[in-house]
C-alpha cells in the first residue's frame, strides 16, 4: 500500500496506527449482534453441525481401531476443561484488575493425534473426503461399521488419491497424519514459522513435507497450485474451507454438554466469555459458531492475535476482510505464536462471523511466553506460545466499562462469569523445545 492509501486509513480507522505500531490493543466490535440477527451472515446453520456431529460418530469405532489412544473417549476425539485458580490470580495481579468469576481451560491443546485444536477441523474434512470417496466407488454406506475402513484395501483404495495443504505447522501435523494413516498420498506445505520437530513427526508417517522460505499465504498458494493440476488431488483450503469450519464448530454442543456434566451454569445472570487465539480464522470462527448454536446470546466469543500478525482485527475492523494482509501495513508478521502467524484473514470467516464477535485484541510476544511460563508455574501445564494468546482475555473484558455497560454486565452478574481460555496447542512439544519456551519467560 502507498504511504497515502495508509494514512487515509488510519484517518478512517484511527486503531490501525497502533496497530502499525505494534501495541497491544483492544476493540469491541460494534457489529457485534444477536444470534438472530448475526446468524444468516454465516450460511451454515445447527443441521449442517448435526451433520458433522454425525459424520465424526459414524468414524469413531475407526478412530478406537487406527488410534487407540480415543477409545477413552469411545472414538470421538475432545478435550478436558480445567478449572486454573492459580492463574487467576496471577493474572489479576499482573493486570492489576479484578477478575470475578472462574477461569477456566479448555485442554485443545492436549487433545489426541495431533495436540492441537487442528485434531478438529483437519481431522474432519480429511474424513469427510474419504467418506465421499469411499461412498462413491460403492466401498462404504453410512450405516456400515466403519472399523472396515482400518484395513489394507481401503488403504490401497485412498492410495490411488493425493490430498494437499498449506500450513504453519499444526493443521499439516493432523491432515498429514489423518491422511497417512487412511492411506492417502498426502503432502504438507509448510511455511517458514513451522517446527523442525512437526515436519520431523510427519515425514516419520510418511507424509511428503515441503518447506517454503515464506509465510502461510505462501505455502498455501503452493499447495493450491499443485493440487490444480491433479484431478486426483483434493487441496484443503484452510482459508475458505466450510467443511473445515463445521468440524471445529462440533466443540459447541460437546462445551455444552461437559458443562451441564459439571454442573457450570450458562444463562443470562451466568454469561461465558471464551478467548479463542485466531490465525486464519477457522478454528476460533468455525468453535465460536458453534458455541453461539449452543450457548446462543449468553456466550461472548473474543478473538486474540499476535501484535505481530493481527490479520482477523485488521479485516474485521476495517471492513477490507481478505482484501488487506498486515504486510500491507508494513507488518511483518514473525511471531512465537507460529499457530497464529497469518498475514491475511480467510476471505470467508470474517464475513461470515463479524456480527457474532464480541471483540478481538492483540498481545506481544513476550507477553505471551511469560504467560507461557506462569501457567507451567502456577497450574503445571504446558502449551505453545500461541496458545497463551486467550490467556489476557478475562482481563480485558473486566477493564473495559463501556463493553460490560453496553451488554449490560453489572458487577453482579460477573461474579458469576465463567471466563474459558482455549488453549489451543502445545501438547506435543517435545520436552527440549518446551525448556526453550520456559527458558524464555522472564518471570
Ligand atoms: C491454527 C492454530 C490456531 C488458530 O486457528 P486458525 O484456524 O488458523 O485461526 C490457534 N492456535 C494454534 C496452536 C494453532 O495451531
Redesign the pocket.
Known sequence: MKKTEIDKLITDYPLVKNLINLEEVTWFNPLSTTLEQGLPYVGLTQEDVAEAEARLQRFAPYFCQAFPETQKTQGIIESEIVAIPEMQKTLQQRYNCEITGRLLLKKD?HLPISG???AR?GIYEVLTHAEKLANQAGLLSETDDYAKLFSEPFREFFGRYRIAVGS????GMSIGIMSAKLGFSVSVHMSADAREWKKKKLREHGVNVVEYEQDYGVAVEQGRKQAESDPDCFFID?ENSQT?FLG?SVAGNRLKQQFAEQNILVDEDHPLFVY???????????VAFGLKLAFGDNVHCIFAEPTHSPC?LLGVYTQLHDNISVQDLGIDNITA????A?GRA?GF?GRAMEHLLDGFYTLSDSEMYDLLGLLALDEGIQL?P??L?GMPGAARVTSSPDYLSKHGFSPEKMKNAIHLVWA???GMVPAAEMSKYLATAKI
Open positions: 491443546s492441537s485444536i487442528k477441523g504453519t505447522g499444526n493443521l484452510d473445515l471445529y479463542l487465539p485466531c490465525g486464519v480464522g477457522g478454528g476460533p470462527g468455525g482477523m505464536a507460529d499457530g497464529l497469518v480467510s470467516v505453545e500461541s496458545a494468546a489451543t496447542g502445545g
